[in-house]
Nanobody, 128 residues
């Protein structure tokens, strides 16, 4: 069982930055794919970014939604059981509840359905 707790959300002006954190409890954190998703009012939950602890055959260990590439950076500290999402150049359309998720397999999945564990979410609001 893995428990996830997000923090770092808040209100920021367009063009600003925020860093989200997700602290995980449980064992074998380094073996999990960690993902960030978001859900805006009236919209479906969507993939933001994912990270694994190994380099995949693609040569990458991260993946991003096209809408956040070049602006957001996902990272992890396995010693602290924590994953981060650094969000720069924020736009009003980034406003959403951001969720941290854990997938027991290392596969950089973009589908929310394969993630077994979820945090409670943290609100990010970007004003114009």
């Amino acid at each position: 069982q893995v428990q996830l707790v997000e923090s770092g959300g808040g209100l920021v002006q367009a063009g600003g930055s925020l860093r989200l954190s997700c602290a995980a409890s449980g064992r074998n954190f380094s073996s999990y794919t960690m993902g960030w998703f978001r859900q805006a009012p009236g919209k479906e939950r969507e993939f933001v970014a994912a990270i694994v602890s190994v380099i995949m055959r693609s040569g990458r260990n991260t993946d991003y939604a096209d809408s956040v590439k070049g602006r957001f950076t996902i990272s992890r500290d396995n010693a602290k059981n924590t994953v981060y999402l650094q969000m720069n150049s924020l736009k009003p359309e980034d406003t959403a509840v951001y969720y941290c998720a854990a997938d027991p397999r290392q596969r950089l999945a973009v589908s929310a359905s394969v993630y077994d564990y979820w945090g409670q979410g943290t609100q990010v609001t970007v004003s114009s």
